[in-house]
């Protein structure tokens, strides 16, 4: 699938974690390479990208909150045994490589200069705790102009086993503690993640939408009847997605007006309140009429969005 690479003008911010803390999401999720799909996970594999301001020279770290599997966060299957290898891309290639912007994990995706890499299996150490990839010199980054930035890329895999490993990133200036990085971002063309367990938990992600897009294909996979999920823009309050079963993907297309291009749209993750539904990981992606995948941003670009209902209701008028 082909990625939009069109010019996203990321503005000044703090650096967050991922997930961040106003998406709502307790933690990402990969599982072993041996695992069934339908446990929540397509491809055992997840890419995310980190953008650092251009006008950055001090060191950075990328730190990974419980990247064990087997502690009291994951989920097992039977007995644990199960590795995931994280590693982090820099240089030529890490970003501008088509292959590292797909969402299926083939061909070159693990494109630029291998910087660290460290598998994980069961570890009392690791488990509950932190794990501290770095230094590393901003300028290790691959230059993209679009950004006005250096990016890097961590990759999550599974290697073996069939269980799931949650676990979170922090980028920092610290090497011990998360100091954030003024003006750094994360972000991904394919969303793997855990739904909290409390019925009356709301997550939401923050695709963004540019200036070439007048539609979008939003594709959910194994979304397991946990409640519903909506779309809010500045033209659209609440429209709802179809949403997926066990071990399935489906797909809903929206047009996209003026008003909304150039900046966020919020999915959002309602849970089923009539029946808890615990340990639910789910995957999403969007992609515009070309079939460009288009990346969610931890901290979204342009600000949350706040459907404006004089919008909404000019266009009905047309």
């Excluded at 288009?294 to 009905?316: A, D, E, H, S, T």
Aim: net charge negative; with cysteine.
């Amino acid at each position: 699938m082909a990625v939009c690479l069109l010019v996203v003008f990321l503005p000044p911010g703090r650096a967050q974690s991922a997930p961040a803390a106003e998406e709502n999401i307790p933690y990402l999720v990969t599982f072993g390479g041996q695992a069934e799909q339908s446990w929540g996970d397509d491809d055992f594999c997840q890419i995310f990208f980190i953008h650092i301001p251009a006008t950055r020279t001090e060191p950075l770290y990328i730190r990974v909150f419980d990247p064990d599997t087997g502690g009291e966060l994951d989920e097992g299957k039977g007995e644990f045994n199960t590795k995931v290898r994280f590693s982090v891309y820099g240089g030529s290639g890490c970003y501008s490589d088509d292959d590292a912007l797909a969402v299926d994990p083939i061909g070159n995706y693990k494109s630029g200069n291998l910087l660290a890499s460290k598998s994980f299996g069961v570890s009392n150490r690791y488990d509950n705790n932190w794990y501290t990839f770095g230094p590393f010199n901003p300028l290790e980054g691959e230059y993209v102009e679009k950004f006005d930035g250096r990016l890097f890329k961590i990759i999550a895999q599974g290697e073996s086993g069939d269980d799931g490993n949650l676990y979170k990133y922090f980028l920092s200036t610290h090497q011990k503690e998360n100091r954030e990085v003024e003006g750094g971002n994360f972000f991904t063309y394919e969303y793997t993640f855990r739904l909290s367990n409390n019925q009356n938990n709301v997550s939401q992600i923050y695709p963004y939408i540019d200036d070439r897009t007048i539609s979008i294909k939003i594709s959910n996979f194994d979304w397991d009847d946990d409640g519903f999920i909506r779309i809010v823009s500045v033209a659209k309050n609440g429209e709802l997605c179809q949403v997926s079963g066990e071990n399935n993907w489906v797909h809903r297309e929206f047009k996209i007006i003026e008003e909304e291009k150039n900046s966020s749209m919020e999915i959002q993750f309602i849970k089923n309140r009539s029946r808890p539904i615990n340990n639910n990981n789910v995957v999403l992606t969007v992609q515009n009429q070309y079939g460009e995948m288009m990346p969610f941003f931890v901290i979204p670009i342009g600000g949350i969005p706040v459907y404006n209902p004089k919008i909404r209701m000019r266009v009905l008028e047309k």
